[in-house]
């Protein structure tokens, strides 16, 4: 495939010619037919999102969705939740307390109870069964860890994936939507992927790094159940030499994962998932442990409205940062977490720019953090000779785009040479 007039950094305007799934020539003037004319378009590294939860946004598309943008109070929830026949499963996410107050059993009894009725919170820790559910999964009698039989779920997908009715998971839409967003790659971030997720996923044309299956393994910390810093230190050094993933959305969980990397010892590869609270005093900490920060910094923005009323005013400052982060050395880079956050990285990208929190970062520095490497996702991978091709091109030279920072500039996306999405 030869791309004609395309802008790359650090080369200008060039022809790309691209063999054997690799870039094997880049020059002015390169003989051969046209397969394709970039009109002075940027050719970019195709996006890579760090931090995703595939499977969940593929069963978006058979879901209700109920969050604080969806639906509007009590009337709006119900109303969301009685659609389809009685009897029928309704299985619900996005779900934010700011909605409808707080759930369980008896709450979802009350909006919808002649049909069974599953909802998952937006943190995607927490579901929600109604009696409905609870009784067509044999779950009536159980005891959960928050109160009897309440029909609260805390981390228990593995759990009820074999209890409630399967989905669709409408994959081959996931990868559709994210070649036209530029996306050659997902790093699915589940912290216990099920048997088989890999061979599931594979059907997506992107290129996968599934953690768990793939280097590294995420733990995933919740304050109710935290090892201390000395318990954590032994479940990694069990891992290495293996790097690990650690989840992180508490001030509490980072401090306890600092301590536990610095007695075990880091390796290349390790991340901190999140980092949600980083207290200033701990970034020079993260840096000299040379872990990368794989980061949300759309959530402060997506979730102003309740961020300000539920995270406690001593954490506001301290929430997802970005330019501090980088400033200071320390290595970032960025995921959706779709289907928790938007699934759009420039979406992401735009928000990284526009924080008024002091944490906002350049264009350019937005961009290069879905541009790094699947296992180093700092690094940023270069268009260059020699180069796996997973390209992104652009309509509009790279200056416009970065001025831009929306999905409308994309304009083609191949994975080793291979065609993904062209207009």
Not at 395 to 415: F, G, I
Request: net charge neutral; with cysteine; glycine share 10%.
């Amino acid at each position: 495939m030869l791309i004609r007039d395309v802008e790359v950094a650090g080369r200008g305007r060039v022809d790309v010619r691209v063999q054997g799934g690799r870039v094997m020539e880049m020059g002015r003037g390169l003989a051969g037919p046209v397969d394709v004319d970039g009109r002075g378009g940027a050719l970019l590294p195709g996006l890579h999102d760090h931090h995703v939860h595939l499977a969940a946004l593929a069963a978006e598309a058979a879901s209700v969705r109920v969050g604080p943008a969806d639906v509007h109070g009590r009337a709006g929830f119900a109303a969301a939740l009685r659609g389809g026949d009685p009897g029928e499963w309704v299985r619900a996410v996005g779900y934010h307390e700011s909605v409808a107050g707080e759930l369980d059993r008896w709450a979802l009894d009350a909006v919808a109870p002649d049909r069974p009725v599953r909802v998952q919170h937006r943190s995607g820790a927490m579901w929600f069964l109604n009696s409905a559910a609870l009784h067509a999964t044999g779950l009536d009698g159980d005891r959960y860890s928050d109160g009897p039989h309440n029909g609260r779920f805390w981390r228990a997908d593995e759990r009820l994936r074999h209890l409630v009715p399967p989905i669709p998971l409408d994959l081959e839409g996931v990868g559709r939507r994210a070649a036209r967003l530029g996306v050659t790659g997902f790093t699915n971030a589940d912290p216990h992927p099920g048997p088989g997720l890999a061979q599931t996923l594979s059907v997506l044309p992107q290129r996968l790094l599934v953690m768990g299956v793939d280097p590294p393994t995420k733990i995933a910390l919740d304050d109710p159940t935290l090892p201390t810093p000395a318990e954590l230190a032994a479940t990694v050094a069990q891992l290495r030499p293996r790097p690990v993933a650690v989840h992180c959305v508490t001030r509490v969980q980072l401090l306890v994962t600092l301590l536990a990397l610095d007695e075990a010892g880091p390796v290349a590869g390790d991340r901190i998932e999140h980092a949600a609270v980083v207290p200033a005093e701990t970034v020079d900490w993260i840096r000299r442990l040379g872990v990368t920060v794989v980061t949300q910094p759309h959530f402060p923005v997506e979730r102003a409205h309740a961020y300000a009323a539920d995270v406690h005013p001593d954490d506001r400052p301290h929430l997802y940062r970005c330019r501090s982060l980088a400033e200071a050395g320390v290595p970032v880079a960025a995921g959706t977490d779709a289907p928790y956050g938007t699934h759009d990285p420039w979406a992401v990208m735009r928000a990284a720019v526009q924080r008024a929190d002091g944490e906002a970062v350049p264009p350019g520095t937005a961009l290069r953090m879905f541009l790094g490497r699947p296992e180093q996702p700092s690094v940023v991978r270069k268009v260059e000779t020699g180069a796996v091709a997973d390209l992104c091109l652009l309509r509009t030279p790279l200056r416009e785009a970065l001025d831009a920072l929306s999905a409308d500039v994309v304009r083609a996306a191949y994975v080793g040479g291979r065609v993904l999405h062209r207009q």
